[in-house]
Each structure stands twice: as structure tokens, then as C-alpha cells.
């Protein structure tokens, strides 16, 4: 089977302020060795010869992005973000051509692989409806409750952890995602608006090292698989 030829555009959201990892500055600006988590993360995508166009959503108050040598690339275009990360990727969405496939990816997860992408676009021949990167769960899951003891445990049988990026077609997911956001529904990642209009998208394993920095303990996982990733190239 031939691969379908793709328009693939890129969409970082990365206009978050980073308040749970507790920083003088945006987690994204944080470095890992000697680049920012957000250089990191654009590099991954601006290097990945599927994609044609990386656009960044920053912060209206953001002053930091004009220093990172990724501004001046000729693949990557700025917007300014939104409230919520939703609110950010439909931004976005407004300034990508309704042929084309949106990959959205989170500026906080600098680890992912040209592997795992190129998984997940050859994953479209299966999941024509779109797909994400996923991992499944390992662990015995436990709801909680307010008073800090175990309320349940959670059937763990395909229980998946969504990652980013996530794939699919920037016309349905642009008009999905601002339906979605107009009926108040609670929309965390671009599967879940695509759910919420009725669609399936595929799950495609992942690798486990593709973390969202989120904590300040998630700074020194990163670095360690950065290194690795860099070592066994
Ligand atoms: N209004 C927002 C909020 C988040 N994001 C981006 O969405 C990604 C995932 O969000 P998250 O990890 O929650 O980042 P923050 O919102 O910055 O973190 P926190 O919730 O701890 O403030 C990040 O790259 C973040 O920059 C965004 O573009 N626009
Ligand atoms: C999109 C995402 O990374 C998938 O797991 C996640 O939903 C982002 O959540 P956040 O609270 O905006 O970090």
C-alpha cells in the first residue's frame, strides 16, 4: 500500500504559565542541558521531514520566545494562545489550510521520537478518523477520596495514558474542538473533542519516556531521557 501523501502541520501549544511546577518563569522556558524544554520540543518537530509547518501558541505577555534561535526558522509561525490549552490549539487551528492534518503536540514534552511520529502517521492508514500516541497503564489504579484513603481500585484493562502528539484532520478537529468548547464540555486533550463529536480515534503505543514536564521532579526524568536518547542514537 502506498503511503497517502499528507500536509502535516505541527501545533505546539505553549502558552501555559506552568503554575504546578512552581518556577520563577513558564516551564517551557526551564532548560535541559544547554536548551530550553520548549527548544527541545520544537527541534524534535522541526527536524521531522513529514512536517511542513510548526505552529508555536504563545502567551500574549510571552517575551522569552524571541530568544530562542527556533523564532527565526523558516517552518515555524507564532499565534497568540487562549485561556485554556483548547482555547490555544483552536488558535492555532485558525491559521491551518482545511486540507491539511493538524499533529498537536505539547511545548512540555520535549522527549518524543521521530519514531513514535512517524507511528503515529503511518498508524492513519488504520484510524482514518485520526489517532494519538498513548501508553498503556502498568499499574494497579486507585480512585481516591477527599479524606485520602483509597475509594476504589479502577479496572486497569485497557486504561491508557493519552500523550500528545495527537493527529488528525485540522478541518473536523477546528470545528469539533469549537463546538466542544461552545457546549462547556470538558475538553483536555484533541482525542476528546473528537469523542465528544462521535468519533474513535486510534491509540498507537508510545514510548513511556515521552513525559509531559509537569512537576519539578519531571525536570530531572527528562534530562536522564534526553541523555539516553542522545547516547544510544
Ligand atoms: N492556556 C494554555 C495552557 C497550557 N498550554 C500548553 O499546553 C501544554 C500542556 O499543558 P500543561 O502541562 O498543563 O502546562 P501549563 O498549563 O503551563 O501547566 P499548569 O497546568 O501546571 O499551569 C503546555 O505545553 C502548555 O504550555 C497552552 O498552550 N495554553
Ligand atoms: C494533552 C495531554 O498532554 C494528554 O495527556 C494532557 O491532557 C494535557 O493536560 P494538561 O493539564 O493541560 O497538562
Avoid at 31 to 51: C, E, N, Q, V, Y
Wanted: aromatic share 4%.
Amino acid at each position: 500500500m502506498t503511503a497517502a501523501i499528507r500536509n502535516i502541520v505541527a501545533i505546539v501549544p505553549a502558552a501555559g504559565i506552568g503554575s504546578r511546577m512552581g518556577a520563577a518563569i513558564p516551564k517551557q522556558y526551564l532548560t535541559i542541558g544547554k536548551k530550553t524544554i520548549l527548544s527541545h520540543t520544537l527541534d524534535r518537530l522541526l527536524t521531522h521531514p513529514a512536517i511542513s509547518q510548526v505552529i508555536v501558541a504563545l502567551h500574549p505577555e510571552d517575551d522569552l520566545f524571541t530568544q530562542l534561535s527556533q523564532a527565526a526558522h523558516p517552518k515555524l509561525t507564532q499565534v497568540i494562545g487562549g485561556s485554556e490549552r483548547a482555547d490555544s490549539v483552536l488558535a492555532a487551528l485558525q491559521i491551518v489550510d482545511n486540507d491539511a492534518w493538524a499533529l498537536v503536540h505539547d511545548a512540555a514534552r520535549p522527549c518524543v521520537t521521530h519514531n513514535d511520529i512517524d507511528k503515529l502517521i503511518c498508524a492513519l492508514n488504520e484510524f482514518p478518523q485520526g489517532a494519538i500516541l498513548a501508553a498503556p497503564v502498568r499499574d494497579t489504579m486507585k480512585r481516591g477520596n477527599a479524606n485520602g484513603t483509597i475509594e476504589q481500585t479502577v479496572e486497569r484493562n485497557q486504561l491508557w495514558h493519552a500523550l500528545t502528539p495527537q493527529l488528525f484532520p485540522a478541518s473536523a478537529l477546528k470545528d469539533n474542538l469549537k463546538q466542544a468548547l461552545q457546549a462547556k464540555a470538558t475538553i483536555t486533550d484533541e482525542a476528546s473533542a473528537m469523542e465528544w463529536a462521535g468519533m474513535c480515534p486510534g491509540l498507537v503505543t508510545g514510548r513511556v519516556d515521552n513525559i509531559k514536564v509537569t512537576h519539578p521532579d519531571d525536570l530531572e526524568l527528562a534530562q536522564l531521557f534526553l541523555t539516553q536518547q542522545t547516547i544510544l542514537k
